[in-house]
């Protein structure tokens, strides 16, 4: 066993012995007043246990303004999923998504920066006042200067101002990063879910199926200060067949003919949890994803004996039973 200390709480979890490392999708070189540049490389860690497995990798895509570390730790100092997967047998790849995290930002390299992921946007996503109560897996501080929500918005940096540029840029070196690992499993949060989409698109061979936590929609959404999911599930140009080649295309056909092969056939999950907006409008994401011929199912937590969960149910109290459903449908495939 292991004592795991943050600057708030002492746990102790089961010890796993693995081996990680970390490398870089590299951006492209582009010229700066500078000099030459890489825009918006995706950073990569990993982590596989010390024997032998069969089983597929996950790579871990966290959500927007969010970083890798979202997998890695609670904030309040236990273990994240990233771990529970590796115990699990799974090896696990932890992204960074361009101009997040420890993939550096410069405007002069990636372009205009979003407006910054403070605490109001913070509160509104993960903590909403109007869900106090029945968010109980959340019994912490919802306001500024609380160590557990100042955890949360620490990670927090912005996105680019184009968002449908940011999953462009996302899926790009996503694509690569399965190019070098093989197929995989693809586990998406939030604003991650469009990437998800998208590099199935491009990867269709690759990406063996998805699951999506609390995915951003529904379909032609507009989220405030982000932009808006122009392609349906998406921001940035998915293939449909029969070729939809706008977004007003796309919009305006008919449900049943907006087929996506990147899809076609794959399995995904949606989890959502019982205390979050995200859960109103999941139903409609799976509807969509299987008129687009994926084989999408839904698992709403409450449904599995879990309850009071907000947007972020890695990060909350019961992170260890958010997780269960997720690895129940992995190890039934």
């Given at each position: 066993m292991?004592?795991?200390q943050?600057p708030?709480c ?13 490398f ?7 010229e700066?007043d ?5 825009r918006?490389?995706l ?10 497995t069969?089983r597929?990798p996950?790579?871990l895509?966290?959500?927007g303004?969010g970083?890798g570390?979202?997998?890695?730790s609670t904030?309040?100092?236990r273990?994240?999923w990233a771990?529970h997967?590796?115990?699990a047998s ?7 998504r361009a ?5 550096p930002?410069?405007?002069?390299a990636v ?6 992921f403070g605490y109001?946007?913070a509160?509104?996503?993960?903590v909403?006042?109007e ?7 959340w019994?912490?501080g919802r306001?500024?200067?609380d160590?557990?929500f100042?955890?949360?918005?620490a990670?927090?940096g912005?996105?680019?101002e184009d968002?449908g540029y940011?999953?462009?840029l996302d899926?790009?070196?996503l694509?690569?990063?399965l ?5 995989a ?5 939030s604003a991650?879910g ?6 199935a698109d ?5 990406v ?7 995915p951003?929609g529904?379909?032609?959404?507009e ?5 808006r999911?122009d392609?349906g ?5 998915v293939t449909y067949e029969p070729?939809?080649n706008s977004?007003a295309e796309?919009e305006q056909?008919?449900?049943e003919?907006r ?5 076609t ?6 989890v959502?949890g019982g205390s979050?907006a ?7 994401i799976v ?5 687009g011929?994926?084989q ?5 937590l409450?449904e599995?004996g879990?309850?009071g969960?907000?947007h972020?149910?890695m990060?909350?109290?019961?992170s260890?039973e958010t ?6 449908w992995l190890?039934?495939?």
């Amino acid at each position: 066993m292991i004592t795991m200390q943050a600057p708030h709480c002492s746990v102790t979890t089961p010890q796993v012995t693995s081996h990680r490392g970390r490398f870089w999708i590299p951006g492209e070189i582009v010229e700066t007043d500078a000099g030459p540049a890489q825009r918006a490389p995706l950073y990569v860690e990993w982590e596989v246990k010390d024997q032998e497995t069969t089983r597929p990798p996950l790579v871990l895509i966290h959500g927007g303004g969010g970083q890798g570390t979202d997998w890695l730790s609670t904030v309040d100092g236990r273990p994240g999923w990233a771990h529970h997967f590796v115990e699990a047998s799974y090896p696990v790849y932890v992204v960074d998504r361009a101009g997040h995290g420890r993939s550096p930002y410069h405007p002069a390299a990636v372009g205009p920066m979003g407006p910054p992921f403070g605490y109001g946007p913070a509160q509104g996503l993960f903590v909403p006042p109007e869900r106090a109560e029945e968010q109980t897996a959340w019994p912490w501080g919802r306001e500024p200067g609380d160590p557990h929500f100042d955890q949360l918005v620490a990670a927090f940096g912005p996105l680019p101002e184009d968002l449908g540029y940011s999953q462009d840029l996302d899926a790009d070196r996503l694509a690569r990063l399965l190019d070098l690992i093989g197929p995989a499993i693809l586990v998406t949060h939030s604003a991650g879910g469009p990437v998800g989409w998208v590099t199935a698109d491009r990867r269709p061979d690759l990406v063996t199926a998805i699951v999506a936590i609390e995915p951003m929609g529904p379909a032609f959404v507009e989220f405030p200060g982000m932009g808006r999911l122009d392609w349906g599930l998406t921001a940035t140009p998915v293939t449909y067949e029969p070729s939809l080649n706008s977004p007003a295309e796309v919009e305006q056909a008919p449900p049943e003919s907006r087929r996506m092969p990147g899809l076609t056939g794959t399995d995904v999950l949606v989890v959502t949890g019982g205390s979050s907006a995200f859960a109103d409008f999941a139903d409609d994401i799976v509807e969509y994803l299987n008129h687009g011929g994926a084989q999408a199912t839904r698992a709403h937590l409450p449904e599995f004996g879990i309850s009071g969960n907000g947007h972020a149910i890695m990060q909350e109290q019961n992170s260890e039973e958010t997780i269960r459903p997720v690895l129940e449908w992995l190890d039934s495939r």
